[in-house]
């Protein structure tokens, strides 16, 4: 401590905090001014704060929330078809991202991707057919999220593709994803073309069989071990997994090579494959994040968002506290860069629920571990690194596996603190593909986004509703 | 320009060079002063330096250089036989790392390896024995650099190992390497226990023939694509090789699995080891080096260096200009992070070619793109950065396909002008694995060491000599 003494042998220096009047008042009478960045909350949220606090109870839930989140171990188990596995699906039920959806207010990309689905299931033959299915209102549509399922941008997840199974190590969660079909023109960037639907019965024939197999012959793999080490290799886990997947292949390279009861040339058949597509563990990277953000859910008074998932039409993200709510809000624009000749007039809103991987701590929030990424979604590696340190604001710890090598290894911000978004105006930030606006386009580019205001001041009103 | 009435109106600021002795005097006038840090360079090169300078060919000489260090586009086209394959070679000759050396002055580490090497070939039993061959004259020693070939550590390379054979795409340029054996007891750190022997006879029956058979069954390997993209996930082609070994096993992994006129244990068996491995493709990556060597040799006039490289005992470099001459010092101590109980006290000096990768703009030169081999070599990230920095000061280029993601791909600093490193006393920096002194050890740790002055020193007064 300094001594009183001392203090009145020196200058003053004022420290003022939030609105800038009473520091350029100061300042103008000739005293040095420390300016901080304090603001108040976002407005319409100042008494649902208040009574969150008064409550007194949010710290000790979010600690509990996010213990459960950190404690998760996912192992990649075997790979299932989708009606046989994801509880609650049925020969009728197409899952898709984000929260609930009707057909009528689908965006462009969704609706390329239930037509091309309906397509690969053998339901329709065009695209009028399909949506004359739809009317008949003989298909069910149903968020992933509610079946402790994800699927990236559209998430279309229909009733014969394989999915992959994973299992918590250190509890009892299951989670489940399509597998990853590559960049371009593939059905969940909403493209339906003949090329789209082959690609997904090869996925059903052979991919989906000859992993499980693998699976089975060499036993479950480490997801967490497989993601922590791609991070000290430039991965984000998001838009960036060259080096997950590379480590994928070789966990499965030497059963591959041993037989795993499948023919010589589907076994070199997978392996291209996967080699062939640097976003291969996209969807499981997101499996295993969906084991933690379903492991963290359901805590009474707990602020931490568990879900942020768009539909292409909506954005919405739920809370531990207040359970299975979605709170929903337009889904915004992504800033990006753009594929070929396509341009921003070409860009359907953001889509998909791989903003799970930022609910856990990676994407958006591990960009300052990958700053390779740049090349894929925009901006400076610098600018990748910043975004990082800014998710320390809005998070309630650091990850204690994922790390970010160029911060001396500190663990990434983990565990979003709606409280804080709201109390900061600091958003999350999501690095995402970009999905052609026009029904069987496909992809148009990558960027970045942040989630909207919108959703916590929603969901702090509601967690605060639920408390005395 | 300022316009010069303006440079009145305002306080002047002294700009000093060199040493404190004006800036101090300057300052306590009152002046602002701004101090750069020139020096003069080190003693003994002024004459050599001005000589040069005077003689006006530097420039050109070092641009010729150069641009044959990059032109170079290296291929892994097969595996071959030592003593077959490498010209020069003999069923006597026993090629090792570094310049030249008599059996009297080698270290703990390079006896090692020739016991051990000696023991593998049936030509001795004990360490006794190989000495005893040594003294009767019936083997040859020669270093790996005279012969287009490279070696990590001790580097020896004896004449039934299975070798590398590279291939410039863009010349007819040819260069050879063992391959990697792994970390720990091996013989390459001086190992040679029945286990050392035993993998040495595996790489020989089943690793070469193997690798030969994949490399002609798929075909060649452009190995500075992999590197290329092996530094945006984190690799700097010297102590970390994770990244490349992975996309290494990426592009055989089809072979492997398709056939390759191999036994099914065997293929598993080499994709295991390579698995096992994560520096195997180390050896590789310093024979694509030593191609841009022997390309940008012998280039009169050129300070540019082409070889560093150390024996155990003496570290030594050439330059473009002087040819084949080494230019030679004591091996010097490695600062690092030991393995177990081992220390300082065990370390023998800095010893292997491997310093062929700080030549070509890898190495200790690309760290900031590796943050995460602090943890192999220690300091810290923000360190790592800061050496890649340092050694734009004593390169003459950037390479155009070597990047550093997080200085916004950059390329790394290349091809070192030794009269740079005389003027501003700037070493390059190199990350290194340390051996044990003792013969039989093996590995006991991996650090950070910089190349010697006094072979600098040594080099630019014999390009001088060269010069009219």
């Not at 003494?5 to 040095?32: F, K, R, S």
């Not at 960045?37 to 949010?58: H, S």
């Not at 695209?127 to 739809?134: K, L």
């Not at 999220?145 to 699927?151: C, N």
Request: overall charge negative; charged content about 20%.
């Amino acid at each position: 401590m300094t001594d009183l003494n001392e203090l009145l042998d020196t200058d003053p220096v004022v420290v003022t905090a939030g609105a800038d009047l009473l520091a350029d008042a100061v300042a103008q009478q000739g005293a040095a001014v420390q300016r901080t960045d304090w603001r108040p909350p976002v407005p319409g949220t100042e008494d649902a704060l208040a009574r969150i606090a008064a409550a007194g109870r949010i710290t000790a839930a979010n600690r509990t929330a996010l213990d459960r989140l950190l404690a998760v171990r996912p192992f990649l188990v075997d790979i299932g078809v989708a009606q046989d596995t994801i509880p609650g699906m049925t020969e009728r039920t197409f899952l898709h991202a984000g929260p609930p959806l009707e057909w009528a207010d689908a965006s462009g990309p969704m609706r390329g991707a239930l037509i091309g689905a309906m397509m690969y299931e053998g339901l329709a033959a065009t695209a009028g057919e399909a949506e004359a299915i739809v009317a008949r209102g003989e298909i069910e549509l149903s968020p992933c999220h509610h079946h402790h399922a994800v699927g990236p941008m559209a998430g279309v997840t229909s009733p014969s593709m394989p999915v992959a199974i994973l299992h918590d190590d250190s509890g009892d969660g299951i989670s489940y994803s399509t597998l990853n079909e590559g960049l371009g023109k593939v059905l969940r960037y909403g493209a339906f073309a003949p090329e789209v639907i082959d690609r997904l019965r090869w996925m059903e024939a052979v991919l989906g069989p000859v992993l499980g197999a693998v699976l089975r012959s060499r036993g479950p793999i480490d997801l967490q071990s497989l993601i922590a080490q791609a991070l000290q290799m430039g991965d984000d886990g998001h838009n960036r997994n060259r080096a997950v997947t590379s480590l994928f292949l070789r966990e499965i390279g030497s059963a591959l090579i041993d037989g795993a009861d499948a023919p010589v040339a589907q076994r070199r058949a997978v392996f291209d494959f996967i080699n062939g597509n640097d976003h291969f563990m996209l969807n499981l990277v997101m499996a295993a994040g969906k084991l933690g953000s379903d492991a963290a859910s359901g805590i009474e008074a707990s602020s931490l968002v568990t879900v942020m998932a768009r539909n292409g039409t909506d954005f919405g993200i739920r809370l531990s506290g207040t359970g299975d709510r979605w709170f929903i809000a337009p889904a915004p624009s992504v800033e990006g860069l753009y594929l070929g000749s396509y341009t921003e007039a070409d860009a359907s809103p953001d889509i998909g629920d791989s903003t799970i991987t930022e609910t856990v701590g990676l994407g958006g929030f591990a960009m300052g571990a990958a700053p390779a990424i740049v090349g894929f979604v925009g901006g400076t590696a610098a600018g990748a690194v910043r975004r990082t340190l800014a998710m320390y604001e809005i998070t309630l710890g650091e990850h204690p596996s994922y790390q970010v090598p160029m911060l001396e290894f500190r663990g990434t911000p983990v565990g979003i603190d709606a409280t804080r978004v709201v109390r900061t105006e600091v958003r999350p930030q999501i690095n995402t593909g970009i999905a052609g606006k026009v029904p069987g386009t496909g992809m148009v580019g990558a960027g970045l986004v942040e989630a909207p205001m919108e959703c916590f001041v929603q969901a702090v009103n509601a967690l605060a509703a639920t408390l005395p």
